[in-house]
């Protein structure tokens, strides 16, 4: 007996078959790190585009919403902003996006909305990392003993905010200004968990945080 057709046909389900996609799959599944790192620039090329540059580095606190900023942040040589990165407003959030620090799966409709020109997966959670986000151009994989050091120093899982401050401060930027900023004291743009609802110490960041203002000068909050 022949076997039933299918109203569609594999290759439009699962459009790519690629040996390329194939193997990521298979990497990210079986958590083998060496291959998504192979598709990674290295970090200190990373930090390279970093030197001599004013960055902004765009939290989602709500409170951001509230202010005025989104010129200055504009005016920046690089705006960096996380996750899915809600934009209600120019006046208070700017417009432009250049780097994407990611740690959930982009959207189709986000992706399209932010266009970032290049996209830093920094969570430990290889399996969320998408095929489109791991082939795009510039990408960039924190490595897994980064995250684990900042892990340690705040005893409890760093946001990606933290991450990317930590990563940016290695660099020889000449300056990282942070805006929605407040260490979930507003809560967050992007959902309505409350500090109780996720992993992260958000006292031990703002300690963090002010420690690293008072020793590097680089490293300004706008509040």
């Known amino acids: 007996m022949m076997p039933p057709r299918l109203p569609f046909s594999l290759s439009a389900l699962v459009p790519d078959l690629s040996p390329a996609r194939l193997g990521f799959a298979a990497a990210r ?7 998504l790192a192979n598709l990674s620039v290295p970090q200190p090329d990373l930090l390279a585009d970093l030197a001599g540059r004013h960055v902004a580095l765009i939290g989602n606190a709500r409170a951001l919403a509230q202010g005025r900023h989104g010129a200055a942040i504009d005016a920046a040589d690089l705006v960096i902003r996380i996750n899915r990165a809600p934009l209600p407003d120019p006046a208070s959030h700017g417009t432009r996006t250049d780097w994407l620090a990611l740690a959930v799966r982009l959207s189709d409709a986000d992706r399209a909305r932010l266009s970032p020109r ?3 997966w920094m969570s430990p959670k290889r399996k969320r990392l998408d095929w489109d986000s791991a082939r795009s151009p510039g990408f960039y994989l924190h490595p897994l003993e980064d995250v684990r050091a900042l892990r340690d120093r705040l005893a409890a899982p760093p946001t990606t905010g933290a991450m990317m401050i930590d990563l940016a401060l290695r660099s020889d930027l000449a ?6 900023f407040d260490f979930f004291a507003s809560l967050s743009l992007s959902g309505r968990r ?8 958000f006292a031990a960041e703002a300690a963090w945080v002010g420690d690293l203002r008072r020793n590097d000068p680089r490293l300004s909050l706008t509040t």
């Open 175 to 180: 300056s990282l200004t942070l805006y929605g």
């Open 118 to 120: 290049r996209i830093l």
């Open 29 to 35: 599944l079986a958590r083998a790190e060496a291959p």
């Open 194 to 201: 409350a500090a109780g609802d996720v992993p992260h110490d």
